[in-house]
Structure formats: C-alpha cells, structure tokens
C-alpha cells in the first residue's frame, strides 16, 4: 500500500499559514491597495487574500484602492494595516509605492504588513530613500515573494520573511470545462516584456494578454464602479468584488480549454498551477519569474521554466 503525497501545490498553501504569526486570527485589518484595474494576476492576488482572511477568520473592516483613500481618514489603533501583495514594490510602478511610503508616514504607531511581493527597483537612489523611510518604522512586517527580494529588503524592517504569493490559497481550482490539444500562449505586453524571448507560435494557437480578455464593455463597467466608489465613498468594494470575479471566471475558462499554457506572466503560470494543468514559465524583464520558480514551483511536477 503506497503512501499519499501531499500536492506540492498544498504545500504552498501551508506555507501562507505563517502569516497568522503576525496577523493572528480574530484580527481587525484594514485591506489597502487592492488592485482596482483588470490584471487578471493582481485580481488572483486580491483573490487569494480575501480567501486567506475569510479561512482564518482575520475580520476586514475596510478595503481602499491607491485611488480612493481618504487622507482624512483615521483608523483605530488596534486595527492592523494590510497591503495587498504582488510584483509593485519598487519603482516601476510608482502610484503603488508612493502609497504604501505615504501610510507608513501616516501611521507610526500602527501595525504594517505588506504581503508577499517581488521587489524591484531601476534607480538604486530610489532603493536607499526607500529603506530609509521604511525602516523608521517599528512595527512593520514585510513578506518577501522570494530569495532575491528577501535579501533586498535587508535594512527596510527588522520584520522580513518569506512567503509564497496569495494566489496559492486558491488552490485548488476545479476545471470547469475539458481541454483540447491546441496550447495557450499568454504573453505580457507592457513595461515588462522581456525582449530576449522569442516564440515560434503553430498556426491556430491562442496567443493573448490579460487585456484581451477585456471587453470595451467591460473597461465601461470598471469605470461605472469607480465613479460609484468616489461618489459614495464606498470602502467594502463588494461591487467589485463580484465583477472581479467575473473577470477571473473568464481567465479560467480560457486556461481550461487548453492543454497547456506558455506564458511570460508568473500569474499565468500561477494559475495554470492552480487548474493543475502543464505550463511552461518565460522569464520577464527583471528576473521576477526565474525568481518565484526556483523558490517556489520548481517542484510543481507539470510545470517548466525556460531560461
């Protein structure tokens, strides 16, 4: 009689469990930062964190994007602040960055937790303003989404760890449709894109972004959402919610009629992961997805990561 292995897959779900040592159960959080725009990836992120809060009971008081946050605002004390994860720290992406920078001014005395994201900065005078900043904080807490990033973080807080993305909570997805033999090549598009890969794609194979996955009748709808918001000063995002969901829905639909997925964006790896489904992984500009691989999903049995 043979023993059963645990899924490499779960294993990583486990490792998020480490996150309870600094936001334990029963916690009041405010949730700052979600991702308010159509990133499938980010959406799997802000996913997987609600999952991981509602499972273990953390209690969310209030959700504020990067564009709607009031400056006025004043949160109790024994409230923790949490920043949602992903691949923004740094200064490529620097709406999100100069947010976090101006709450962690903005509230001293509080607790901080950013989750697990990949950093990444272009202008290392960024880099040093930035951990200056950071580390006047006593009470912040900073989760690495890998090696390198970890010993980058060095000297930002005395509280640095490493952790796997969000997303993992989500595992594991259930196909809802049988796949067919063509693959599925999704490839980053914007700021990322690394110019050394190269893709000899077979005639009839999907090749798409996240942004094709969005109609014009969709990018109306997020912005009918965002009106609201700003209107009403909204702050539990259950709108969005829904239709974030909607968008993942698609997302899935997509991964599933496929046998494979070759991809360039660490979500879509992630995902494909997720539907247990076989994936090749590509680099981006920066090293963000050889990085998570070796860390983390080079022991994901259908998985494959191409230098």
């Known amino acids: ?168 909570e989500l595992w594991p997805i259930t196909p809802p449709t049988p796949s067919q033999k063509k693959n599925l090549y999704l490839l980053r598009t914007d700021k990322e894109v690394n110019k050394k890969n190269r893709f000899k794609t077979q005639k009839n194979q999907n090749v798409v972004d996240w942004n094709d996955l969005v109609t014009k009748k969709d990018s109306k709808k997020v912005q009918e959402i965002k009106k609201e918001y700003k209107n009403k000063g909204v702050s539990n995002a259950e709108s969005w919610y829904k239709f974030s969901d909607y968008l993942i829905n698609k997302a899935i639909s997509l991964f599933s009629t496929h046998n494979k997925v070759i991809t360039t964006r660490l979500h879509g790896h992630i995902l494909a992961c997720l539907l247990d489904k076989k994936n090749i992984l590509y680099d981006n500009s920066y090293g963000k997805n050889n990085q998570y691989y070796r860390t983390w999903t080079h022991n994901v049995n259908k998985s494959k990561f191409i230098k």
């Open 1 to 168: 009689m043979t023993e059963n292995k645990q899924h490499p897959m779960e294993k990583l779900k486990e490792q998020l469990l480490y996150i309870l040592n600094v936001i334990p159960p029963g916690s009041n959080i405010y949730y700052l930062d979600y991702p308010f725009h159509t990133n499938i990836g980010d959406l799997l992120i802000y996913k997987g964190s609600e999952k991981f809060f509602e499972n273990n009971n953390i209690k969310v008081q209030a959700r504020y994007s990067v564009f709607n946050f009031p400056k006025d605002l004043s949160i109790p004390k024994n409230h923790i602040i949490v920043f949602h994860g992903g691949g923004n720290f740094g200064d490529l992406w620097v709406s999100h960055q100069r947010f976090r920078e101006s709450i962690i001014s903005q509230y001293p005395n509080h607790r901080i937790v950013i989750l697990p994201q990949t950093v990444y900065f272009k202008d290392n005078n960024n880099y040093i303003k930035a951990k200056k900043l950071f580390s006047k904080h006593s009470d912040l807490h900073i989760y690495a989404r890998d090696k390198r990033s970890l010993k980058q973080l060095k000297g930002f807080s005395k509280n640095i760890y490493l952790s796997p993305d969000m997303a993992h």
